[in-house]
C-alpha cells in the first residue's frame, strides 16, 4: 500500500458531467488524483477516497483527511427539475443527465 503523505481537497462543486473539466496533477506536487461525485460534498469526496482506496492508497494512515472528509456538508444541492430547465431552454429537449456534486483529492 502507498502511505499518504500530503493531500489537497478540491470542491468543484455542481457540474453536468459533459462540461465538467476533470481534475489533475500537472503543476502540482501530488503524484495521484481521484475524482468522485455525489449529491453533496460528503458523498463525493467519500466516493474519491473509495477510488484511492482501489488504487492502493492506505486511508487508515492518514487520519486528517478522513476527519476532513468526515466535517464535509452534507446538505444536497438542488436538483434540476425538468420543467424549470425547458423554461430557461425555450422549451427545448430536457436531457436525462443529472447534474452531481464534484469533489478530488490530491495524494502524494
Not at 33 to 40: H, L, M, P, S
Not at 53 to 74: H, I, M
Not at 81 to 101: A, H, I, L, Q, R
Amino acid at each position: 500500500m502507498k502511505k499518504i503523505e500530503d493531500y489537497e481537497i478540491v470542491l468543484h462543486g455542481l457540474e453536468w458531467s459533459d462540461y465538467f473539466q476533470g481534475c489533475g496533477v500537472c503543476t502540482t506536487e501530488f503524484t495521484d488524483v481521484a475524482t468522485g461525485i455525489g449529491n453533496n460534498d460528503r458523498e463525493a469526496l467519500e466516493d474519491a477516497m473509495d477510488q484511492l482506496a482501489q488504487g492502493d492508497w492506505d486511508l487508515n494512515g492518514s487520519q486528517a483527511l478522513a476527519d476532513e472528509v468526515a466535517k464535509a456538508s452534507t446538505v444536497d444541492q438542488v436538483a434540476i427539475n425538468e420543467k424549470d430547465y425547458m423554461v430557461e431552454n425555450g422549451g427545448e429537449g430536457f436531457s436525462d443527465e443529472t447534474p452531481f456534486v464534484y469533489a478530488s483529492i490530491r495524494v502524494r
